[in-house]
């Protein structure tokens, strides 16, 4: 499928370069992708990839991984029955989603590709995708969206009364677009035409975990697992807990700041809902820096050492993924600079007046699963031809917040991996992703006439 993908969007933008006379264009877009792709995105990403799956070793050495495939063992043996339940990707999986839910896009990326790569190693690193990836793809693009921030922040930069009216609209149409790309998934995975080309993995009991006992020796039981938290060291409890409370009180200061006569931190944010959701999605990445080695260490893992060797990976992964990000970009540069877009856009606008759907939202819609910085643009151009508080620029910062940029992440995450055949990976992607749009547009419809 991403075969046929890419050599159409490079075919179909040099054949409309040469009818627009836009190779000028064309030429600087390939050039400027290819170098995008690994300077702006490959290498910074080396440096969040390194202290993510540094405290993901550390999570996994103290035994916290166990703690928390046990506890999301009901919902994910459902959407992964392929996937043990105590197995690392597991818990990798529900920390890279629960990134994504709460806007921590930095450290969502790294966590997902962590996520990949355990699920590969399930896969016994066949060229073929397999159902549970397929469907941590499409829980990815379509993942529900308690804080959309970057299109609160276009919104308030340009003056909106209330840019955090479109988390309700957010939350809904990617609630919607959750429920819908499990079934999707669900349904192209039984179709033949996506049947697994090499479907040989290893059998799962040969496939030990990373950092699990070797082969021939009694693997942990999970359950006891549970109990880890009451049997740390009295002073590693203590750090914690006194961490615990002590981000507690921030939170509760920035969510009440009247109680201790302290202006509000979180400007632009009149509604609770707003207020508890920007109070908490804050304080996630600091916990997260902060717990795990306390934790680690109260279990006696030699907390820095071990980090260092889960960070080492880091640089491994942001350089496997550098090919696959350069292929998809430029074709995608292609395809924009040299007006095929704009064709296309042309060709579509028709059947939206024929929906009753507004033609403008157009660019949005078509720009949204091919680039994340091209989407920005084309809401910052709304939001300034309409206003910050006009239906359309709240329906284009929703649509903005309920579908992903779904061919960079398939790029990224299968490209960690050197997966090469997606099977229904993209198509799935791309249907939550209408999902979503279409969910947004009605929410906001129904929200904000």
């Known amino acids: 499928m991403l075969n046929f993908i890419w050599t159409g969007l490079l075919l179909a933008g040099v054949i409309v370069a040469g009818i627009t006379g836009k190779f000028d264009a064309l030429n600087q877009a390939v050039f400027t992708s290819a170098k995008g792709a690994v300077m702006d995105i ?36 459902r959407l992964f029955p392929e996937v043990p339940p ?48 397929c469907m941590f793809l499409a829980l990815n693009t379509s993942a529900v969206q308690l804080v959309p921030a970057t299109a609160m922040n276009i919104l308030a930069i340009n003056g909106s009364r209330n840019p955090t009216a479109i988390i309700a609209p957010t939350l809904l149409a990617t609630g919607i677009a959750t429920v819908c790309a499990v079934v999707i998934v669900k349904v192209l995975e039984r179709l033949p035409v996506f049947a697994r080309q090499n479907p040989h993995p290893l059998p799962k009991a040969a496939l030990p975990a990373h950092g699990a006992p070797p082969a021939g020796s009694t ?25 615990a409370l002590f981000l507690g009180f921030v939170f509760l200061r920035s969510l009440f700041p009247e109680l201790i006569r302290r202006q509000s931190a979180l400007p632009n944010a009149p509604g609770f809902p707003a207020n508890l959701f920007r109070a908490f999605s804050p304080l996630v990445v600091p916990f997260l820096i902060a717990a795990f080695p306390l934790y680690a260490a109260g279990r006696g893992v030699p907390v820095f050492s071990e980090f260092v060797e889960g960070a080492k990976e880091g640089f491994q992964i942001a350089v496997r993924i550098i090919p696959f990000l350069v292929g998809i970009l430029v074709a995608i540069g292609v395809f924009r600079e040299a007006g095929a877009l704009e064709v296309l856009q042309r ?45 359309i620029s709240y329906t284009a910062a929703t649509i903005y917040g309920s579908a992903e940029t779904t061919f960079y992440v398939v790029a990224v995450y299968f490209g960690s991996v050197n997966v090469t055949r997606t099977r229904h990976a993209i198509p799935a992607g791309l249907l939550a992703d209408l999902a979503g749009i279409i969910a947004a547009i009605a929410c906001c419809r129904l929200l904000f006439g």
């Open 219 to 243: 693997a942990p039981d999970p359950a006891p697992a549970l109990t880890a938290l009451a049997r740390l060291p009295p002073w590693s409890a203590t750090l914690l807990i006194l961490l």
């Open 42 to 77: 490959a290498l910074p990403l080396v440096g969040t990839m390194a202290l993510w799956l540094g405290l993901m070793r550390l999570a996994e050495k103290s035994g916290l991984i166990a703690v928390m495939a046990r506890l999301i063992r009901p919902v994910m043996q």
């Open 86 to 133: 105590a197995d690392p990707a597991m818990s990798s999986m529900m920390m890279s989603i629960a990134a994504n839910m709460l806007g921590v896009s930095n450290a969502a990326t790294p966590l997902g590709l962590k996520a990949m790569g355990e699920l590969n190693r399930l896969n016994a690193g066949a060229g073929s995708a397999s159902n549970a990836m």
């Open 347 to 391: 060709l579509l606008a028709p059947v939206f007046k024929g929906l009753n759907a507004p033609v403008d939202l157009l660019p949005m819609i078509l720009m949204r699963p091919l680039s994340g910085s091209g989407s920005i643009a084309v809401l910052s151009d709304l939001v300034k031809r309409f206003g910050p508080d006009h239906l």
